[in-house]
């Protein structure tokens, strides 16, 4: 969870006189091994109107699965996965797997290996795929090649705010099924398992390039920044994709991940950009893999599983560059991401995708911006423990005031991914829902007509206010 909503109240940063002490987070929790353990406990919690919070396991940069005075619903140990060597219905006939709430990506991606396929997951290894990440709607390395990680899911096995046990299908309880695939977690029923699609796997090609600042110049990077975004198109629609960062540093462009190439195909898509730089004299490192699995890629570029090579403790903002943006207003967008990085302590985190055209399972509420989308720009503000409190909250103004605001007003009728994003942005229901917004309200007013579930920027969240003293109240 990002330590913003750690709060600094009993961590190994605060000096040995201040007081450990609960602050935010829930003050009991529930350590689920089956689903009557969670229907117990929602029972419970609407019996005797004590606030509930899910916890599933992985990330949370928007404090959505702690809550002061709360009963947390702690999915973490319901972490195995089941194997359905063909799956049968009528919009699908094929390989899955069944995800419990608490499998980390990076063990999920091992489960299929085994079997000789791969699954659609977060690039992150820790990251839990049956929680937020796909119910948030769920980028990957892969969604070039596949689609959303939302776009994956078959169906959803979950407890309702009433305590019931059912299964959410595109054939029975299908409004639920539509908004848990995308529309946000936390917030409509609590996931005990997903079931998702797989696909047989095969090689994947990748690619590193670093672009070191002690060896060019300031002017020299950013214009390599904005050349690759003008390569962009021609990479990712060859269901390639890639991560990329600007930091003051470097600019880095990878892991590339192409599905299908050996070696030799990959240096072929980023020629442009090789030929680009070697005829600007432009020094940088250069690295081009081949590899047999999907794990195998993963491994190298995102291991050492399941923590990953990125911290998670920061300030977070974000938006999608449409595919449109990118082709007309480059420097722009290129002058925004320059003043972000000219902006301490943040940086930008790009990541190069396609989803226009993959086909779901069935229709679902991802966020309709990411199908124009061709970029996902994050705005990590690494957290410093050793500094007050009320410094980082000067860094928390200048991301909500000054620089998400400036990448909305290059990307009218765009929208954030609600995953990686500010907490504080004044516009979540149409950044992080779209024209989903009230249908989904209309799904959660069905299914949770008491507005048990809460949780920040969810659907429905405007049913309560958070107290000065932590508390929620009723709005």
Avoid at 78 to 103: K, Q, T, V
Avoid at 231 to 248: F, H, K, N, R
Avoid at 253 to 260: N, R
Avoid at 333 to 357: H, Q, W
Wanted: proline residues 5%; aromatic residues 10%; glycine residues 10%.
């Amino acid at each position: 969870m990002a330590p913003w909503f750690q709060n600094a109240s009993c961590d190994p940063f605060t000096p040995r006189s201040a007081p450990c002490e609960l602050g935010s987070y829930a003050v009991y929790s529930i350590n689920v091994s089956k689903a009557d353990d969670v229907v117990a406990g929602v029972r419970f919690a609407q019996r005797n109107n004590i606030r509930l919070v899910i916890k599933n396991t992985g990330h949370d940069l928007l404090g959505k699965s702690t809550g002061q005075g709360a009963i947390g619903i702690w999915m973490h140990s319901l972490n195995h996965s089941d194997y359905i060597s063909h799956f049968n219905r009528s919009n699908y006939n094929g390989p899955a797997f069944r995800l419990h709430a608490g499998i980390l990506g990076s063990v999920a991606y091992e489960a299929a290996h085994a079997k000789g396929l791969r699954i659609v997951g977060g690039d992150c290894g820790s990251v839990g795929i049956a929680g937020g990440y796909l119910q948030g709607g769920g980028h990957s390395i892969l969604s070039s090649a596949y689609g959303m990680g939302a776009d994956q899911v078959l169906e959803w096995e979950v407890v309702t705010a009433q305590g019931d046990h059912i299964t959410a299908t595109p054939e029975q309880h299908s409004d639920l099924y539509w908004a848990l695939s995308g529309g946000g977690p936390g917030t409509y029923a609590v996931v005990i398992s997903v079931t998702v699609r797989a696909y047989r796997d095969g090689v994947v090609g990748g690619a590193n390039i670093t672009i070191p600042a002690v060896s060019n110049s300031d002017d020299t990077i950013w214009d390599a920044v904005e050349y690759f975004h003008s390569t962009l198109p021609g990479l990712v629609d060859t269901s390639a994709s890639s991560l990329y960062t600007i930091e003051q540093e470097a600019f880095s462009i990878g892991p590339v991940t192409a599905v299908g190439a050996n070696s030799s195909q990959v240096s072929a898509l980023l020629s442009n950009m090789t030929n680009y730089l070697d005829s600007r004299n432009v020094s940088y490192t250069y690295n081009v893999t081949s590899f047999p699995t999907f794990l195998d890629h993963f491994l190298h570029y995102f291991g050492p599983a399941p923590w990953g090579p990125w911290p998670i403790a920061q300030l977070t903002g974000g938006r999608l560059i449409p595919r449109s943006v990118m082709e007309t207003n480059n420097s722009a967008v290129t002058a925004a991401l320059r003043d972000i990085v000219n902006t301490p302590p943040f940086y930008v985190a790009g990541f190069g995708v396609n989803t226009a055209g993959k086909t779901p399972v069935s229709s679902n509420a991802v966020l309709p911006a990411w199908r124009e989308a061709i970029a996902h720009i994050i705005l990590p503000g690494p957290w410093n423990f050793t500094l007050p409190r009320g410094d980082l909250g000067k860094s928390e103004d200048s991301l909500r005031d000054r620089l998400d605001p400036n990448l909305h007003e290059l990307t009218p009728g765009s929208g954030t991914y609600l995953n990686e994003a500010d907490f504080e942005v004044a516009t979540w229901k149409q950044d992080f829902y779209g024209a989903n917004y009230d249908r989904l309200n209309a799904v959660k007013a069905k299914y949770d007509p008491e507005n048990l579930f809460y949780a920040i920027t969810a659907v429905g969240s405007d049913a309560w206010v958070v107290a000065g003293d932590g508390r929620l109240c009723r709005a």
